[in-house]
């Protein structure tokens, strides 16, 4: 603040010395001598100390900004991964980029225009105005603050008109950069329907509402200059005619009006820069009140306050009379009750939408329950700290995505302080070691967007090689053979069996060859638990597990049938693709 006030005295100082060079070279005594160069001098030295300290003020402050825009930045960033799991199933993530974009380089200049631009403008308008009502007359001030009063007016009228253009243009922008990458996340299957150019028809339609609002907002700014200089222009040529009019009469010097010029046009110049600022600070305000309201997106989980850390012994788990629902009027779960011993495995299967997901989901607190609860080791998950809790579950998923980095990356986010060591020994666990090692970049080696350069076996050991790292009580295997060939279903299936060993483990399973030695089976429809017990025991029971093991076992046999028939057989009449 003290160097952007000297700049300022400097810069308002600049005209003076430049009046003071024209006087003396106006009179002939004084021209023989050096005053006029050591005035010009000064006057040069003056612009250069104006320049130097606003220099100086920028680099200064220059890590206040910064810091502030990248506490801003973390702080918003930090807040969406704490929210929902169902406001992350509803925001499109393209949007939502472009919303943390536009908001934080709104900050910068919000932050760089009101300290450096504003401020010193106000603070330089005072000052002219007091110089010129001391050195000439109190009309010069009056007109002077007039006009820019005029100016003010005008800019924040027209400004306010434009601001709706500019809401235009980030929703439609946002809209298209959401669609934009929506569509190249699922670039397979573009291709797959040869959509390209619906995708581009769609993509347009953002693109050409943010074209009709562009040229309105770009029109509109046009107008807006045009009154802008024509306002500053009236100002200057009334007080340019009041100074001439005090030469003629030798109220005033030629180098008073020499410096009243300087001083509107050193004045007009940052008011004009004022106007601009002004504009761009409406705009900035505009892209921070996108960002500001994720803020106000409150987190429908959060911990209770002063809530403990889970206590894992055992790995008990016990679901206790549970209900649930993602809408009042679409009920998922129903009085499910279960207990998983420390150190066993229970299935949970059913039919697809019986509400399998769900419990892993419940077990994770991305949705609390209606009613009941959710028990490990005798702690109701609601009453500890979220964060804990997930430390304590391994998942593998039926559909492992992985972040666009290195194999190395992927398994080391199961516990990102571990040693390279720890990292290889999790994946020699999870048999994938020996493919990595045979890879040319070796664990270096980038598995692009998703993991799409990896396939379905590949992703699922890298999983598990991830979670044997976190080195969690508690496993939950989410279908995580379901998407996957029969040999490659039994060789992750003896990974995930070692895994599970002496662990508490839940299984949600579609295939019931892959839990038939699970120490107790859920069998759920419709929400409800209609089966327990073991398989042997469903099995004799002859009910819903049955009918469905039946079914399996029949389409098994059914492609292994069609596998032997001659190939002239398969090939007929359409291309037959067995599971």
Not at 207 to 223: H, N, P, V
Not at 286 to 299: I, Q
Not at 473 to 487: G, V
Request: overall charge neutral.
């Amino acid at each position: 603040m003290a160097l952007l006030v000297l700049a300022k005295v400097a810069n308002v100082y600049v005209p003076i010395l430049y009046k003071q060079a024209v006087d003396a070279l106006g009179k002939p005594e004084v021209q023989a001598m050096a005053v006029p160069v050591a005035l010009i001098i000064a006057y040069g030295v003056a612009r250069v100390l104006a320049q130097a300290l606003g220099e100086i003020r920028d680099a200064i402050f220059a890590p206040v900004a910064q810091r502030a825009i990248r506490t801003l930045a973390l702080q918003v960033f930090g807040h969406l991964h704490g929210l929902s799991l169902r406001y992350h199933l509803e925001r499109q993530t393209g949007g939502l980029s472009r919303v943390i974009e536009r908001g934080t380089q709104g900050m910068e200049f919000l932050i760089r225009f009101t300290t450096f631009n504003i401020l010193p403008t106000l603070l330089e308008i005072l000052m002219v105005g007091a110089i010129l009502w001391r050195l000439y007359d109190w009309r010069f001030t009056v007109v002077t603050l007039g006009v820019i009063g005029a100016y003010i007016v005008f800019t924040i009228s027209i400004s306010e008109w434009r601001i709706q253009f500019v809401r235009l243009m980030n929703d439609a922008d946002t809209d298209a950069n959401a669609k934009a990458i929506d569509s190249l996340l699922n670039y397979e299957t573009v291709k797959y329907f040869g959509n390209e150019a619906h995708e581009s028809r769609r993509y347009d339609v953002g693109r050409r509402r943010y074209e009709i609002a562009a040229i309105r907002s770009s029109r509109t700014l046009s107008m807006l200059n045009v009154g802008q200089g024509a306002i500053i222009a009236v100002g200057l040529a009334a007080v340019m005619v009041m100074a001439g009019r005090g030469v003629v009469e030798h109220s005033m010097t030629v180098g008073d009006f020499v410096a009243v010029n300087a001083f509107l046009l050193q004045l007009y110049q940052p008011l004009n820069m004022l106007g601009f600022a002004y504009r761009e600070i409406r705009g900035a305000l505009v892209n921070m009140e996108k960002m500001f309201g994720l803020l106000d997106v409150p987190p429908e989980i959060a911990d209770k306050p002063g809530a403990p850390p889970l206590k894992v012994g055992g790995g008990e788990i016990v679901f206790d009379h549970v209900d649930f629902h993602y809408e009042k009027s679409r009920p998922i779960l129903h009085d499910v009750s279960f207990h998983v011993a420390p150190g066993n495995t229970v299935a949970i299967v059913g039919s697809s939408g019986a509400g399998k997901s769900t419990v892993s989901r419940i077990l994770f607190r991305f949705y609390d329950v209606a009613a009941g609860c959710v028990l490990i080791d005798g702690q109701d998950i609601r009453d500890v700290q979220q964060g804990s809790l997930r430390a304590s579950i391994g998942v593998v998923p039926q559909d492992t995505v992985l972040f666009n980095d290195t194999i190395y990356y992927n398994i080391a986010y199961g516990r990102p302080g571990a040693s390279r060591e720890e990292v290889e020994q999790a994946a020699k666990l999870a048999r994938i070691h020996d493919f990595i090692m045979a890879l040319p970049q070796r664990y270096d080696a980038t598995v692009g967007e998703r993991g799409l350069k990896l396939s379905g076996g590949e992703k699922q050991r890298v999983a598990i090689a991830r979670t044997i790292l976190k080195n969690p009580r508690i496993l939950l295997f989410d279908e995580a053979t379901s998407a996957l060939d029969t040999r490659t279903e039994q060789e992750i299936q003896r990974s995930l069996e070692e895994v599970s060993r002496g662990r508490t483990t839940l299984v949600i399973a579609h295939r019931l060859s892959t839990i038939i030695n699970a120490d107790e089976i859920i069998v759920l429809d419709r929400g409800r638990v209609v089966e327990r017990g073991r398989h042997v025991d469903l099995l004799a029971r002859n009910g819903l597990y049955a009918d469905m093991w039946r079914r399996q076992q029949e389409a098994a046999a059914e492609a292994e049938r069609k596998l032997e028939e001659p190939p002239s057989l398969r090939a007929e009449g359409h291309l037959r693709v067995a599971d």
